[in-house]
């Protein structure tokens, strides 16, 4: 069975960082593209950073370019999401996700991960 389990999250001030970890089970964590998605309460899910199998090739939406990072540690089969300046926007339901295939490259269609985690609560103040 896999399992995806996210850790990190919590309640900051604007500016502040937070360092997301994902940790996953049941599947052979370094064969697959990793990603990480959010979801604030009424809104669609929507993607956030991805990274190939090998960690060569990252994306992430605009809106968190330059403050958040994505990276891997296969020897750890865990997932990091590194947010620094974090703004109040940025409050959301994150998730992480095991993607179906063998990507290089990083996935920001949802409907390429087949697992998912259940999610972590980050919540920025002014």
């Known amino acids: 069975q896999v399992q995806l389990a996210e850790s990190g999250g919590g309640l900051v001030q604007a500016g502040d960082s937070l360092r997301l970890s994902c940790t996953v089970s049941?599947?052979?964590?370094?064969?697959?593209?990793m990603g990480w998605f959010r979801q604030a309460p009424g809104k669609e899910r929507e993607f956030v950073a991805g990274?190939?199998?090998?960690?060569?090739?990252?994306s992430s939406t605009d809106s968190v370019k330059g403050r958040f990072t994505i990276s891997r540690d296969d020897a750890r089969n865990t997932a990091f999401l590194q947010m620094n300046s974090l703004k109040p926007e940025d409050t959301d339901v994150y998730y992480c996700?095991?993607?179906?295939?063998?990507?290089?490259?990083?996935?920001?269609?949802?409907?390429?991960?087949?697992?998912w985690g259940q999610g972590t609560q980050v919540t920025v103040s002014s």
């Open positions: 996700a095991s993607a179906r295939l063998r990507f290089s490259d990083p996935q920001e269609r949802e409907d390429e991960y087949t697992y």
């Open positions: 990274i190939g199998w090998n960690g060569v090739h990252t």
């Open positions: 049941g599947r052979t964590f370094s064969m697959y593209a």
